[in-house]
């Protein structure tokens, strides 16, 4: 997630429109962004206003709403038909500074039955300041233990952490470390997490199946984003670029999608950003040449917006506080279309999420909204 603003009005938004799987061999389509029409068609309902810093939030089968205070470490709930909001867990030692803090939250795949909260975060512990992930036990809504299941360290620079976690359909835990500001930690294939999207057991151990430990992919940036397909169980990931290239990737086992000390804005994109390390390398099916902050994403799967959404990648950015749509190709490999703007948001766009009902929400700086057609 980054906090700069880039001019995406007059930026030229470049489509992947098809791709010849690992190396190059894509053709590129060059479209202008589609504006908002003239009669809104979708709008932002408040779910809760007035919240402090809700970065990370997800559902539990029962529609309840758990969301993290990004600065402070609360683990808190929230019911969205009454507004009720109630902490259940105070995490110690959190650094919210630049983009750390309480960054990711999931719940356990077999919840309630499972009473078990996963949390990504930065915070110090024994002395050492750590990208964690923990595991809070909750019983009669009362966080009761905190164990640290992974630890790694967190950069002294207070960027790019990374910070999405979700459960997959696999039922394992996938987590995103950014790369701590420095390009060549994505292509580190040693024990540094860093730039890679992790792919663990409930307790925190590499999942069978890993091709790397713990790491399922490589050569990332920065990510605050990604969804499983509902139809197809594969995994997207939204991925900020530096002044240029933010990406929008479909994440495969053992990928190396090319960020590294080679990086460059110098040259045609994407490919000066996805140019380090062993090859074959894997190109974005989407991206921006000018940055936008890309954040939060999630499918639209019988969303309530309407046939012209339905199956689509809905995402959000920070930089211009906007809702996109983007349709999928016929085998849901790539993309049909150029990304769309669906709405201008209240406020800049952090995560994006699904209901059980499918309904698509999203959170801000000081809110969370859903999404609903006008």
Same mark, same amino acid.
Not at 185 to 190: F, I, K, R, V, Y
Not at 194 to 219: C, E, H, M, Q, V
Not at 276 to 300: E, Q, Y
């Given at each position: 997630m980054k906090a700069r603003v880039s001019p995406l009005l007059t930026a030229v938004v470049i489509l992947i429109a098809s791709i010849a799987g690992l190396g190059g061999g894509a053709r590129d389509a060059i479209a202008a962004p589609t504006p908002l029409p003239s009669r809104a068609i979708f709008k932002a309902v408040a779910v809760k206003t007035g919240l402090n810093g809700p970065s990370a939030f997800t559902f539990a089968p029962n529609g309840t709403i758990w969301y993290l205070e990004r600065g402070t470490g609360e683990l808190r709930t929230l019911n969205p038909g009454t507004g009720r909001d109630r902490l259940v867990f105070d995490i110690a030692g959190v650094s919210g500074s630049g983009e750390r803090g309480a960054l990711g939250v999931a719940l356990h795949p077999r919840w309630p039955a499972k009473p078990l909260v996963y949390v990504y975060v930065t915070r110090t512990h024994n002395g050492h300041l750590q990208n964690q992930v923990v595991r809070i036990t909750v019983n009669n809504g009362v966080g009761r233990g905190l164990r640290i299941l992974l630890a790694t360290p967190a950069s002294s620079n207070p960027y790019h952490n990374g910070g999405r976690i979700a459960f997959g359909p696999d039922g394992k835990l996938y987590v995103m470390i950014g790369e701590?500001?420095?390009?060549? *930690?994505?292509?580190?294939? #040693?024990?540094? +997490?860093?730039? /890679?999207?992790?792919?663990?057991? @409930?307790? =925190?151990?590499?999942? %069978?199946?890993?091709?790397?430990?713990?790491?399922?992919?490589?050569?990332?940036?920065?990510?605050?984003?990604?969804?499983?397909?509902?139809?197809?169980?594969?995994l997207w990931e939204s991925e900020n670029g530096p002044e240029c290239t933010d990406e929008i990737n479909r994440i495969v086992k053992g990928g190396n999608f090319g960020w590294g000390p080679k990086?460059?804005?110098?040259?045609?994109?994407?490919?000066?950003? *996805?140019?380090?390390?062993? #090859?074959?390398? +894997?190109?974005? /099916?989407?991206?921006?040449?000018? @940055?936008? =902050?890309?954040?939060? %994403?999630?499918?639209?799967?019988?969303?309530?917006?309407?046939?012209?959404?339905?199956?689509?990648?809905?995402?959000?950015?920070?930089?211009?506080?906007?809702?996109?749509?983007?349709?999928?190709?016929?085998?849901?490999?790539?993309f049909a279309s150029s990304p769309r703007v669906l709405l201008t948001a209240p406020s800049s766009v952090h995560s994006v999420e699904v209901s059980p009902d499918g309904r698509i929400y999203f959170s801000g700086p000081s809110a969370i909204y859903r999404l609903v057609a006008a």
């Open positions: 701590g500001h420095n390009p060549s *930690n994505a292509q580190d294939l #040693s024990s540094n +997490l860093r730039g /890679k999207i992790l792919r663990l057991d @409930t307790d =925190g151990t590499a999942a %069978a199946g890993n091709p790397y430990g713990r790491i399922w992919s490589f050569g990332h940036r920065n990510s605050f984003g990604f969804a499983f397909d509902p139809r197809t169980d594969r990086e460059t804005c110098a040259t045609t994109k994407p490919q000066g950003t *996805n140019n380090s390390g062993p #090859s074959p390398r +894997l190109s974005p /099916k989407a991206f921006f040449a000018s @940055t936008i =902050g890309i954040t939060g %994403a999630a499918f639209c799967n019988g969303c309530g917006l309407g046939t012209g959404v339905n199956g689509d990648l809905v995402f959000g950015d920070v930089n211009t506080g906007s809702i996109r749509a983007v349709s999928m190709n016929a085998t849901r490999t790539g």
